[in-house]
């Protein structure tokens, strides 16, 4: 064995020991506050295997093979450490963001030593011709690897550990106060909340900044609302979840709240979710009839089960084979199980009220809504707004919007006034 291959995979097995060192870190020694290492044994015990399966590889494997595992292993790495990079140019490292960094660089560097091996190592046999043959076949096949696997599996990463950052402006009146609601597990979610005048009080979901319109337009009719962050985002505890899975808990102790408060009468609470708070809206509502009225916009799939509801076989190409990667990676890096199919649950809201909106150029999976709708039962409504964006019906019709959605409410929670 030359000094080089010896060089080269010493250094490998370095950079794989500290992206190891990473996870440890960020799913055992320094959970996110609210969690304990046992709620992430899957997504430590499935990356450390695999980078043991990589060591091997490494450490006994030839040129091909050394250089395939460090480049499997460097490319997990430098995803690892992207959470690390996203914090630090938000406020600085915290916590397991320092092993994120050092995950980064050990990243690049297998990457960078794997790139070098196959340079070094390439094959010089044969014709040109069936050189290059082979190295394009090689490359092809890398590039579809990334493509099926390395993008999904990215996704999948950041969605379940890089959370919204803290609201930075949010300006709701002078009424709202700041509160904390507590899920049934323990976890603590950050909120505010704005008094209701007329009994009647609406969740406004997911997060604080991105809502405000909404909230100061349900307030201006005397509605009390509540924002807060979703588990892991801004201020609240937990793994986020880009998903929504397990979201359930969130808008049950958002419920749980309103409940305890004077201010708000029984049987008068509704939801107004954009996007993934749409989703969880709508199957919380299927749940609990302490939810009587949900306004949903820019609800699509969560799932590679969902996914597949959208039909269309020339989706087999590139849409549902990525999907199905996402939800597998999800499934690992949240420690969760996907959730039931909204197309299932949206037939339980009834006979309280479901007002679907969405849009046909924002995210794709948004053309789901016509089969939610399709399986629900009366009262439900639906609305289209193509010159929308995903989720921007209030600044694309902000009069019709309003009188719509306020309108909803006003029959689905003031009916018996």
């Avoid at 509540?226 to 359930?248: R, V, Y």
């Avoid at 549902?320 to 199919?341: D, K, L, R």
């Amino acid at each position: 064995m030359t000094r080089l291959h010896v060089s080269f995979r010493g250094v490998m097995l370095f950079g794989l020991v500290a992206v190891a060192v990473h996870v440890v870190d960020d799913t055992l020694a320094q959970p996110q506050p609210g969690t304990s290492p046992g709620d992430h044994l899957v997504s430590a015990l499935v990356p450390l295997c695999l980078l043991a399966l990589a060591g091997a590889g490494v450490w006994w494997g030839g040129p091909g093979r050394r250089s395939a595992s460090a480049l499997a292993a460097g490319f997990f790495g430098i995803v690892a450490g992207v959470e690390g990079v996203y914090y630090t140019m938000h406020g600085g490292p915290s916590g397991d963001d320092t092993t994120g960094l050092l995950s980064l660089a050990a990243g690049l560097t297998l990457v960078g030593t794997a790139l070098a091996t196959l340079w070094k190592e390439r094959r010089k046999d044969g014709g040109r011709a069936r050189r290059y043959l082979r190295r394009t076949l090689i490359l092809v096949l890398g590039g579809l690897t990334l493509f099926y696997v390395g993008l999904p599996v990215t996704v999948s990463y950041v969605a379940a550990h890089v959370g919204r950052l803290p609201a930075a402006h949010v300006d709701l009146g002078p009424s709202a106060r700041d509160v904390v609601l507590t899920r049934s597990d323990g976890v603590e979610l950050a909120g505010s909340y704005i008094p209701s005048r007329n009994g009647a009080a609406v969740i406004a979901f997911p997060g604080r900044e991105g809502l405000q319109a909404h909230a100061r337009m349900l307030a201006s009719h005397g509605y009390g609302v509540l924002l807060f962050d979703q588990t892991g985002d801004g201020e609240s505890q937990g793994d986020p979840n880009g998903l929504g899975w397990d979201g359930e808990k969130d808008v049950m102790a958002a419920i749980a709240f309103l409940k305890r408060q004077p201010d708000v009468e029984r049987g008068r609470i509704g939801g107004l979710g954009l996007s993934v708070g749409g989703e969880l809206l709508l199957e919380t509502a299927a749940h609990t009839r302490d939810l009587q009225a949900v306004v949903s916009e820019g609800a699509g799939s969560r799932s590679f089960g969902e996914e597949l509801e959208r039909g269309g076989g020339g989706r087999w190409l590139a849409a549902y084979p990525i999907s199905a990667m996402i939800t597998a990676g999800t499934a690992v890096f949240s420690n969760e199980t996907p959730p039931p199919h909204l197309k299932d649950l949206v037939a339980e809201i009834a006979p309280r009220s479901m007002f679907l909106i969405y849009t046909t150029h924002g995210v794709d999976t948004e053309d789901l809504n016509p089969v939610y709708f399709a399986a629900a039962h009366q009262p439900k409504a639906i609305w289209v707004i193509p010159e929308a964006e995903h989720t921007g019906g209030i600044d694309a019709r902000p009069r019709e919007y309003e009188r719509r959605v306020v309108g909803f409410f006003d029959r689905a929670l003031l009916r018996l006034s």
